[in-house]
C-alpha cells in the first residue's frame, strides 16, 4: 500500500511562462489594498476633521467582525484539511489521526484562552468592547469611563456625594479605587497634605486615555484592549504570510486569485482596523499606525519571499503542504476565539451591548456582521 501512496511535489508547468513584471504589479496592489482596508477606519477615528459619519465607522466595526469570522471558517480552516489530508503526506495526517488540523486549531484556541484569563486576572475581567462604535456611556455598575475634566459631573445631577481631592472628584462609586474626573467648589484633604500632593503630582504625570466619544478609559481596561488587538493580529498576521508566497508562486490563474486576494485583504484590513480603532490609544501613539502598517506589508513580504523562492519553494511538496496546514490551523483557532469571544460576544451578548444597543440597532449591527461574512465567502470561491 505504501508503493501507491502519490508523490507529493508539482508537476512542470510545461509551456507557462511567468510573468515577473505582473507579480510585482500584484504585491503593490496588495499592499495598497492592505493598507487601505486598514487604515481608513484609524484615519476616521483619528482626524475628526475627515468629519466620517459615526455610522460609518459602525457598520465597518460590525462588517469587519463578519469577515474575520468568515476568514477563519471559509478560507482558513479548509485550507489546513486540505493541505493536512493530502493523500502524498504520510500516514500520521492522512489515515491514523485525519483530525490533526482539528486538534491544531483547538490547542491554539486554548493557548489563546489562557492567555485571556492571565490578562483578565491583571485587568480584572472588565472589558470596553464599544459596540456601536459610535458613543459609550458610563456604566451604573462599573464607571471604567470617566468624563473629561471639562465635563459636567453626573453625579451632581445626582445628587451624589462627591469629594475632589487633587483635582479627582470621588463618587458612591463601586470600588474605591474607581473615580470620575470633574470640578467642584470646595476641596476637602481627606487623608492628609501629603496624601493631597501625592494625588496631584499622579493626576499630572498620569497617561489618560480617552475613547471616541470623549470619555477616559480606565488604564486597566486599555492594556487589556492593547493586548487583545496584538493577539489577534497575531492570528492574521500568522496566515498573510502564506497568502502572499501563495500568490506569488501562482502561475496559471494568476490574474483571478489577485483580484480575490485584493479584496480579501481590504475587507480583512477592514475588520482588524474597525478594532484598532477602537482602542483608545493616547492622542499621538503610534501604536494603532504600527498595527496598521504591519498588517499592510506583511502579505507582500510573503510575496516577495514567495517571488525570491519561486523556483526553489513548491507548495505541494511534503514540507509545503505541512509548514502552510500547521499554521492555517493555528490562525483559525486564534481567529475563531478571538472573532466570536472577544467581537461577537462581547459586541451582543453583554450587559454594555444590552445598555447602548436596542433590539434594532442590534438587528442592524447584526445585519453588517452577516454582510461581511457573505462577503468574505464569496471571495473563497475564487481565493
Not at 482558513?76 to 492522512?94: Q, R, S
Not at 469611563?145 to 479627582?168: Q, Y
Not at 484592549?225 to 500568522?238: D, K, P, Q, V
Request: with cysteine; hydrophobic share 45%.
Amino acid at each position: 500500500m505504501a508503493n501507491d501512496k502519490p508523490q507529493c511535489g508539482s508537476d512542470a508547468a510545461a509551456g507557462v511562462e511567468y510573468d515577473l513584471p505582473l507579480h510585482v504589479v500584484g504585491l503593490f496592489l496588495i499592499l495598497g489594498s492592505s493598507i487601505l482596508g486598514a487604515g481608513f477606519p484609524v484615519v476616521a477615528k483619528r482626524f475628526k476633521s475627515l468629519k466620517i459619519p459615526p455610522s460609518i465607522f459602525f457598520a465597518c466595526k460590525h462588517f469587519g467582525t463578519g469577515v474575520l469570522i468568515a476568514t477563519a471558517f471559509v478560507h482558513l480552516l479548509p485550507t489546513a484539511f486540505g493541505n493536512l489530508m493530502n493523500p502524498c503526506l504520510p500516514d500520521l495526517f492522512t489515515d491514523k489521526y485525519p483530525p490533526m488540523p482539528g486538534v491544531i486549531m483547538m490547542g491554539s484556541m486554548f493557548v489563546l484562552f489562557l492567555i485571556e484569563m492571565y490578562l483578565n486576572a491583571k485587568t480584572g475581567g472588565h472589558s470596553h468592547g464599544g459596540p456601536t462604535g459610535e458613543g459609550l456611556a458610563v456604566s451604573n455598575h462599573h464607571h471604567h469611563h470617566h468624563e473629561r475634566p471639562d465635563s459636567s459631573s453626573d453625579a451632581e445631577k445626582k445628587g451624589d456625594t462627591t469629594v475632589t481631592v487633587g483635582g479627582i472628584t470621588e463618587s458612591n462609586c463601586s470600588s474605591p479605587t474607581e473615580y470620575r474626573l470633574g470640578h467642584s467648589s470646595s476641596a476637602f484633604d481627606v487623608d492628609s497634605g501629603m496624601n493631597l500632593g501625592r494625588s496631584k503630582k499622579d493626576a499630572a504625570t498620569e497617561v489618560r486615555y480617552f475613547d471616541e466619544a470623549g470619555m477616559e478609559v480606565d488604564p486597566q481596561v486599555y492594556r487589556k484592549m492593547s493586548a487583545n488587538i496584538t493577539l489577534l493580529e497575531g492570528g492574521i498576521l500568522f496566515h498573510s504570510v502564506f497568502v502572499g508566497m501563495t500568490l506569488s508562486i501562482t502561475v496559471e490563474g494568476f490574474v483571478v486569485l489577485l483580484i480575490a486576494f485584493v479584496f480579501h485583504q481590504a475587507f480583512e484590513g477592514l475588520g482588524l482596523g474597525s478594532r484598532i480603532a477602537a482602542v483608545p490609544y493616547p492622542q499621538g501613539s503610534v501604536r494603532p499606525w504600527l498595527l496598521v502598517i504591519a498588517f499592510g506589508v506583511t502579505a507582500p513580504l510573503g510575496q516577495a519571499i514567495g517571488l525570491g523562492a519561486r523556483n526553489s519553494y513548491d507548495p505541494n511538496s511534503a514540507f509545503g503542504l505541512i509548514i502552510v496546514g500547521v499554521f492555517n490551523a493555528i490562525s483559525s483557532g486564534l481567529l475563531i476565539y478571538a472573532a466570536l469571544v472577544d467581537l461577537l460576544a462581547q459586541d451582543f451578548l453583554s450587559e454594555e451591548a444590552d445598555r447602548l444597543m436596542n433590539a434594532k440597532k442590534k438587528g442592524a449591527a447584526f445585519g453588517f456582521v452577516l454582510l461581511g461574512a457573505a462577503a468574505m465567502s464569496i471571495v473563497g470561491a475564487f481565493a
